[in-house]
Antibody
Framework: EVQLVQSGTEVKKPGESLRISCKGS????????ISWVRQMPGKGLEWMGR????????NYSPSFQGHVTNSVDKSISTAYLQWSSLKASDTAIYYC??????????????????WGQGTLVTVSS | QSVLTQPPSASGTPGQRVTISCSGS????????VNWYQQLPGTAPKLLIH???QRPLGVPDRFSGSKSGTSASLAISGLQSEDEADYYC???????????FGGGTKLTVL
């Protein structure tokens, strides 16, 4: 059974650093990109960026580039989302999701077939 | 501001058929496939429809998706109380070089 299990709730102060995790199991971890998705309180889903666990290649949404860092430790099938200096506006639930991608001769298809349970991050002084 | 545009709310009574629209542009829906996610209250999103109209195993055939040009829609027939949730459309965006989401539609079953 494919599972993505995320680390637990975090409460931090502005300016602090943080790393949250997402551990994959039940599949070959290096075969699928892992994305991170933000959901601010009462708001919708926003794609933040993704990482290829096999080569650690990343790409980020311009909205998040430079503010967060994606990394991975493929030896333990775990992806990470990291902040060096949190802001109150980072308060949100963060989901990791497995990206399923395939291409035919005419089209490419990309979707999130499995999601983690979410990590609530609260940043408050 | 979301990449794709959805109505913020929709509603229906049990047994009815409801549709939720999703509008995009040539850089996303116009050139890539559309996916739909269901988020029940207090839970993580779940894949509902992928590749415009494909249902993952376990998703009832009451849910169906379609796409035309730069728009897409999700239809739910035989509405049930457990369908009350937030629904998000998404599509790869060639400008973003990543998936763009709609703002979500809150479905209320009256």
């Amino acid at each position: 059974e494919v599972q993505l299990v995320q680390s637990g709730t975090e409460v931090k102060k502005p300016g602090e650093s943080l790393r949250i995790s997402c551990k994959g199991s039940g599949y070959s971890f290096t075969n699928y990109w892992i994305s991170w998705v933000r959901q601010m309180p009462g708001k919708g889903l926003e794609w933040m960026g993704r990482i290829d666990p096999s080569e650690s290649q990343t790409n980020y949404s311009p909205s998040f580039q430079g503010h967060v860092t994606n990394s991975v430790d493929k030896s333990i099938s775990t992806a990470y989302l990291q902040w060096s200096s949190l802001k109150a506006s980072d308060t949100a639930i963060y989901y990791c999701a497995r990206g399923y991608q395939y291409c035919t001769t005419t089209n490419c298809y990309y979707y999130f077939d499995y999601w983690g349970q979410g990590t609530l991050v609260t940043v408050s002084s | 501001q979301s990449v794709l545009t959805q109505p913020p709310s929709a509603s229906g009574t049990p047994g009815q058929r409801v549709t939720i629209s999703c509008s995009g542009s040539s850089s996303n829906i116009g050139s890539n496939t559309v996916n739909w996610y269901q988020q029940l209250p207090g839970t993580a999103p779940k894949l509902l429809i992928h590749s415009n109209n494909q249902r993952p195993l376990g998703v009832p055939d009451r849910f169906s998706g379609s796409k035309s040009g730069t728009s897409a829609s999700l239809a739910i027939s035989g509405l049930q109380s457990e369908d009350e949730a937030d629904y998000y459309c998404a599509a790869w965006d060639d400008s973003l070089i990543g998936p763009g989401f709609g703002g979500g539609t809150k479905l209320t079953v009256l």
